[in-house]
Each structure stands twice: as C-alpha cells, then as structure tokens.
C-alpha cells in the first residue's frame, strides 16, 4: 500500500494530480512514515468506533427520546415569553 515504486497511494494521488511522479517513499523518510501510520491506524480503528457507537446508540430506550420540554408549549400556540420553564 504503501511502496515507493507500486503503491496504491502514489498511484491515486498522481491520477488525481495531487502529487507528482513518482511520488514520496512513504515508509523512507520520517514525516512521511509518521503520516502513514496514523492513516493505518484510522483506517484500521474507525469501523470498530463506528459500530460501538452505533450499538450504544441503538441502546438507548426509545421513552428517553422524548423532546424537550419547551417545544410543547410552542405547539400549543404560547407567546414567547411564557414559552420559558
């Protein structure tokens, strides 16, 4: 993925004219390594952050999503000023 020579990235990146041929060695220098293991280490954590979030989310009970209690009063047609709790 991430070779000097037949690299996914370098590939996409010279196709969309981001960077010029032949592309940096990822992997050779040190702020480029620094970059691409942070990019490894995202791409690798994000699906497992996504769906713990999404199972706490589907958690929650349905009765604790009621909306806020000033939003009844706006409904029922009161002023602004008696809106307020």
Same mark, same amino acid.
Request: charged share 10%.
């Given at each position: 993925? %991430?070779?000097?020579?037949?690299?996914?990235? *370098?590939?996409? /990146?010279?196709?969309?004219?981001?960077i *010029?041929?032949p =592309?940096p *060695?990822w992997? /050779?220098q040190?702020?480029?390594?620094?970059?691409?293991?942070?990019?490894?280490?995202?791409?690798?954590g994000?699906? %497992? %952050?996504?769906?713990?979030?999404?199972? &706490?989310?589907?958690?929650?009970?349905?009765?604790?999503?009621? #909306? #806020?209690?000033?939003?009844?009063?706006a409904r029922g =047609?009161?002023? &602004?000023?008696s809106?307020?709790?």
């Amino acid at each position: 993925m %991430f070779d000097s020579l037949y690299s996914v990235v *370098n590939w996409t /990146g010279i196709h969309l004219h981001l960077i *010029n041929a032949p =592309g940096p *060695n990822w992997l /050779g220098q040190s702020k480029y390594a620094m970059a691409a293991v942070i990019a490894v280490n995202v791409w690798r954590g994000l699906p %497992f %952050f996504a769906i713990t979030t999404l199972a &706490g989310l589907m958690a929650v009970p349905r009765s604790s999503m009621r #909306p #806020p209690r000033w939003t009844a009063p706006a409904r029922g =047609g009161a002023s &602004g000023t008696s809106r307020c709790p």
